[in-house]
């Protein structure tokens, strides 16, 4: 029995991968978790809304890296993140100001908004995909590896090897630097608290004073900023294409409501709980099978519960699992 | 009033195609012609969940690519070694998944309100998950491993391909019956996001079963319902047809040869008017079939008590009516036409490719189509089919007609412009969301609003 | 009078609720209004709070005329409201549904949500809970310290013992009394009708949104065809 070596292969194929993956939907997931929260709907533009901001940062990486403006070890994508954010905010007050708010003041139902997003998520795909092309695009540079596999087989002596990359590093540290900001905010500044008192019950919150046009404003700047975090993690770890972003919404939507819609602790763990079960159910797990099992017992087929082309079946099938044993998700949500 | 702007919509398209013809040439009217039918049946399908029953169905992608894989089932072949090989396992392994199934149902019957109902109900589709692996695991190998390259599927039923739109839509209806038990009594977002995962995990499965539909080597040379131009192009009486029809311009070339070739030219030009022609008439029986019923069912008492639970369902639900299993039927029906319309896209286009299906393309799309043309309305269906689908279509040369205009001083190196050009795909999109937004803002009703039905 | 509405006259959308209505209350008094279902109570005091609009009337308080004044400026004015339903904040504490009570205060709030807990004692062991766990009558007593928290001269309450159980009922009356000390105007719609006089100083009654009775509680108790018509004999 080779515990060590099973460990250590559970953590490069599944821990630290998850760990990255559950970072990069807990994110996305707390946007979508708010803007529903607060403005009460399903946002399906906020994927091309991630792809937008990821691209000004492409771009402004592009045009800092031509300057020979680098951030040494790390992306020099982080330098541009601020810009991407900012660019990110003006486009979501823009099309807030220019679709939603119109919605928002005939009171109209849930589906309209929907429906309306639907409209800003063509055209947001479409500009992304004009401006930027609809290729893959690597912008990451900067030290690659952390550890590489080859390295920690030296170090350690064991059979597998763990590598770890920058990027994946990086996600974790921007993931939690931003949530804890984040729930800081919610749970200590007035101006949180009261964001969290208009999720909760609009009408007693204007009767409190609440200004609801500073609620939404702030909505917009936190979700572009996760939504631009988010996207730009994604992309330097894995790739940017325009394409995918649209993809990853699904599992980010069922994170949302996994978590309880409109409760961003949930969406964060729903984050997480998603892409643990979406690596963890799709990995092979024979080599794992036999470091710990004496020969006779080892396994001769893949013991791969679902293939990976299933993804999508775990999150759905979390997601009802949770609607049916918990509609209002695993975590205190709320029914709207 | 409802007449007038009915026979307006229509003329301005018909207008339009006839355009497309005079300017840049028949075929390519007719093509666009073909895909609007095929879009207004698909639309259609929409409109009846969403205008009737105001079902969100995101899902719209999985049922189309349910309907094209019937057509690889019915139309295809069979390839008998693969059935000797593995169709015995397939088998069982159906006959296993609808066992499990129904055992389910019953499950949920008897178990009522037992507290681990849930539980147990859960624990049955994991192991029996685990346990359709082994059972289909060594046969679909074996079915696979078989002419990999050319096949390595199981085939179909080689039956007429239009059968396979009335399959494509029956078996739409029963994934549909599926869907519809577990995910109706959610809310409108819960089900919309519901059916957009749905759609995902069926396209998965046509995508990675190669044993059932070759997956993303994909599916060519289906059978066709028209005649196929290389046929026509050297059969006599479609020669002497062409002949006949152009005989004013065939005699003003004096040379033999030259008359020749320009025949030679123009039959072949013809056969391919002639299969799209083909097609345009069968397209159309069915549309119009469908919309006769469509308009039946919604002057009938069935229809306004629909439309009586699509506005008021509490009301309706007071009154008796169930509203449960009518959504559940109106949900069905949708999905069969729409499934119909998926094996009507593919027979005309005679591949399958699955790696095609795109929830941007076949499930948003086709939303805009309804939204566009006018909820609740038949009519309005159709106009946004044919309109979205024009536009889809057009707005690449029309793109590029501005793009050259805006342009001009630009020579053809010019990075900017050769940029722009490289980005004509995406206008589309851009123009889909953009009238999206706009006709949600201006005429929200769409363009051909439902009209009050006074019987 | 310190606060007082004349002849309101409105409804929502075309139709009339109220016609013709008015009341008044002074500083350290609790009046009620009361009468049957439907006949405009909580309507009368929306109209008050400016969450309805007036086809007709004046609302004057301490000599100021605030018929045109918005609802949140009516609350910068002193003018405090306890909904019937949906009253607290149930995802936050206790304590930060105080906090979001004196949300336009730019002070020190502290002092102010001591003094309430201090009014209502038993919230203050639950201050860190969610007040949605809370039961029906503590939640109450969290409603009605969150409308305290901007230190109002005018507090209105909505139905305040709507759905609780007598005992409870009579905890929140008697936190009513101690709030009345407070020296603040108190207007309350109520259903328990004659619990309801039993504290208050005095009555209106509505009916089909027009005034029908008024005067001291006292009398409005003990008069027989009011008890007859309005409070089950």
Redesign the interface.
């Known amino acids: 029995m080779d515990f060590l070596n099973a460990i250590i292969l559970i953590s490069n194929f599944i821990i630290v991968p998850a760990i990255t993956y559950g970072s990069q939907l807990a994110l996305g997931a707390i946007g979508v978790t708010l803007i529903y929260g607060v403005l009460r ?2 946002n399906f533009a906020y994927g091309d809304l991630m792809a937008f901001g990821t691209m000004i940062v492409i771009l402004f990486t592009w045009y800092l890296q031509s300057k020979g403006i680098t951030f040494g070890l790390l992306p020099t994508a982080l330098l541009a993140l601020p810009i991407g954010i900012l660019f990110s905010i003006a486009i979501s007050l823009f099309f807030d100001k220019t ?1 939603f708010e ?1 919605y928002r003041e005939k009171k109209s139902n ?3 908004f ?3 997003s ?10 992304v ?2 401006i930027i ?2 290729n893959d695009i690597n912008f990451m540079d900067g030290h690659k590896f952390i550890m590489k596999a080859r390295e920690f087989k030296k170090l350690t002596g064991l059979n597998e090897g763990l590598a770890i990359k920058s990027t994946q590093v990086i996600t974790l540290i921007t993931t939690i630097i931003t949530c804890s900001l984040l729930f800081y905010f919610l749970n200590k500044t ?1 101006t949180g ?2 964001m ?2 208009y ?3 609009e ?8 200004d609801p046009k500073k609620i939404i404003l702030l909505t917009w700047v936190i979700v572009s900023i996760l939504a631009t975090v988010a996207g730009t993690l994604y992309g330097l770890d894995k790739s940017f294409k325009p394409f995918t972003y ?1 993809n990853n919404l ?1 599992p980010i ?2 994170a949302t ?1 996994v978590g309880g819609i409109g409760n961003p602790l949930g969406a964060f763990y729903g984050g997480f709980l998603i892409a643990f079960s979406e690596i963890a159910l799709t990995y092979a797990y024979k080599k794992f099978f036999k470091y710990l099992l004496p020969e006779s017992l080892e396994p001769n ?1 893949l013991i791969q ?3 990976t ?5 775990i ?2 099938a979390i ?3 949770v ?3 918990r509609p209002n998700g695993i975590f ?1 949500g ?1 029914v709207i | 009033m409802k007449n007038f702007d009915i026979k307006i919509s229509f003329s301005i398209m018909a207008f339009l195609i006839i355009l497309v013809g005079i300017f840049q040439s028949w075929g390519v009217a007719l093509s666009i012609l073909n895909l609007c039918l095929i879009s207004a049946v698909m639309s259609m399908g929409v409109n009846i969940q969403w205008g009737f029953a105001g079902l ?1 169905n995101f899902g719209v992608m999985g049922f189309l690519a349910i309907g094209g894989l019937a057509t690889v089932l019915v139309s295809v072949p069979p390839v008998y070694e693969a059935w000797s090989a593995g169709g015995m396992g397939i088998i069982i392994s159906g006959m296993f998944i609808v066992l499990v199934i129904f055992l389910l149902f019953y499950l949920n019957r008897i178990l009522k309100d037992y507290r681990f109902k ?1 539980y147990i109900i ?1 624990s049955i589709i994991i192991l029996s ?2 346990l359709l692996k082994f059972i289909s ?1 060594p046969s679909i190998d074996r079915i696979e491993s078989i002419d990999a390259a050319t096949s390595g599927f199981l085939g179909g039923m080689n039956l007429p391909i239009v059968f396979s739109w009335f399959v494509g839509g029956l078996l739409s209806a029963g994934v549909a019956f599926i869907i519809g038990k ?1 995910c109706l009594g ?1 809310r ?3 089900l ?3 059916t ?3 759609s ?2 069926i396209v ?2 046509v ?2 079963e190669e044993w059932l539909s070759r997956g993303v080597k994909n599916v060519i040379g289906l059978k066709r319902p028209a005649p196929y131009e290389i046929n026509l192009q050297s059969s006599e009486w479609f020669i002497k047809l062409v002949e006949f029809l152009n005989t004013s311009k065939l005699s003003k070339i004096i040379n033999v040869i030259e008359r020749e070739d320009l025949l030679k030219e123009l039959v072949i030009n013809s056969s391919g008017i002639f299969v799209k022609l083909c097609f345009s008439f069968l397209f159309l029986f069915v549309l119009c079939v469908l919309l006769y019923f469509s308009e039946k069912a919604l002057r009938s008492p069935w229809g306004r008590m629909m439309r009586a639970i699509r506005d008021n369902e509490e009301a309706a639900k007071a009154m008796g009516k169930n509203v449960v299993k009518q959504h559940l039927f109106i949900f069905m029906l949708g999905s069969a036409i729409i499934g119909f319309a998926g094996a009507m896209l593919v027979t005309y286009d005679g591949l399958f490719t699955p790696s095609s299906y795109q ?2 393309r076949y499930t ?1 799309l086709i ?2 189509m309804v ?1 566009l043309g006018g909820t609740g309305n038949n009519y309005g269906a159709i106009l946004g089919g044919f309109a979205v689908w024009f536009i889809w279509i057009e707005s690449a040369p029309f793109a590029l007609f501005l793009i050259n205009l805006l342009t001009f001083q630009l020579d053809e190196g010019n990075e900017i412009k050769s940029h ?1 050009i ?2 004509i795909p ?5 123009m ?6 706009l006709v ?2 201006y005429r ?1 009703k769409g363009l051909l609003p439902e009209k009050i039905i006074s019987k | 009078m310190y606060f007082s509405a004349s002849k309101l006259t409105g409804g929502y959308g075309g139709v009339n609720i109220i016609e013709d209505c008015s009341f008044n209350v002074n500083r350290g008094e609790i009046v009620s209004i009361l009468g049957p279902n439907g006949a405009g109570k909580s309507t009368a005091m929306k109209a008050m709070l400016g969450i309805l609009d007036l086809k007709s009337g004046v609302i004057n308080l301490d000599g100021q005329d605030i018929t045109k004044f918005k ?2 400026d009516r ?2 004015l002193g003018i405090s ?1 306890v ?1 019937q339903i ?7 504490t206790v304590e ?1 549904n105080l ?3 004196a ?2 205060n730019r002070d020190d709030i502290q002092p102010q949500i001591e003094k309430m807990f201090d009014l209502f004692p038993i919230i203050k062991e639950k201050r860190k809970q969610a007040a949605g766990e809370l039961s029906g009558g503590q939640r109450q007593q969290v409603a009605i310290a ?1 409308a305290l928290m901007t230190n109002p001269t005018v507090l209105m309450l909505d139905e305040p013992t709507a759905g609780v159980s007598p005992v409870i009922m009579d905890e929140i009356f008697q936190h009513i009394l101690n709030i009345k000390k407070q020296n603040i105007a108190i207007l309350m719609v109520e259903q328990n009708a004659r619990q309801a006089l039993e504290i208050s100083d005095r009555g209106y009654i509505l009916v089909t949104g027009k005034n029908a009775y008024e005067g001291d509680g006292d009398y409005l108790l003990n008069d027989k065809e009011i008890r007859k018509s309005f409070l089950g004999g």
């Open positions: 709907f399903a679709v119109y849930p589906v309209t929907i429906v309306v639907l409209g800003i998520m063509f055209v947001l795909n479409a500009v995909r004009i092309g609809p007035k608290k009261s969290r008192a999720s909760d019950n009408d007693l919150a204007l009767l409190s004073g609440i649209f699904l939507f069922a409501i087929t519960f679902i293939s082309d299933y993804k999508f079946a999150s759905f997601l009802v699992v609607l049916i044993f205190k709320k | 969100i849930n859960f998950i685990i695991g577990v959610l409108s977002d819960y919309a996001i519901s957009l995962l749905i995902g995990i998965s499965i995508k990675h929830p941007l948003f939303w805009v939204l722009l490289n980005s995406y206008f589309r999109y851009l889909m969301g953009l009238g999206l937004l949600m803002r929200p | 609802t949140q609350i910068k409201f909904p949906k009253n607290i904040f149930t995802e936050l930060e906090e979001m009570g949300f336009l969150r």
